[in-house]
């Protein structure tokens, strides 16, 4: 079956860094464009970054332009997410998607804690 699995969320101090990644298993992982999402407490769910299937394009919300990096390994089925010069703000519940016309499948959801 379809699943999507994310890991390396954790408590990190303001201006710290982490590394999260997505494992995707049960489809064709490269017929797939992959994200990252976030969802804070009481917020609505938000992009946080896009990868195209390929990997050859890749896109970011504002707030995290120049901070965050959107990776993929279609030979591995992993897509990465690395987060620098974290802030209290970015603290959130991440979750990956897939996208195809296929259809659409999202991961369960790592927290991250930004905080001193």
């Known amino acids: 079956q379809v699943q999507l699995v994310e890991s390396g969320g954790g408590l990190v101090q303001p201006g710290g860094s982490l590394r999260l990644s997505c494992a995707a298993s049960g489809f064709t992982f490269s017929s797939y464009a992959m994200s990252w999402f976030r969802q804070a407490p009481g917020k609505e769910r938000e992009l946080v970054a896009y990868i195209s299937s390929a990997g050859g394009s890749t896109q970011y919300a504002d707030s995290v332009k120049g901070r965050f990096t959107i990776s993929r390994d279609n030979a591995k089925n992993t897509m990465d997410l690395q987060m620098n010069a974290l802030k209290p703000e970015d603290s959130a519940v991440y979750y990956c998607?897939?996208?195809?016309?296929?259809?659409?499948?999202w991961g369960q959801g790592t927290q991250v804690t930004v905080s001193s």
């Open positions: 998607r897939a996208t195809s016309y296929r259809g659409r499948y």
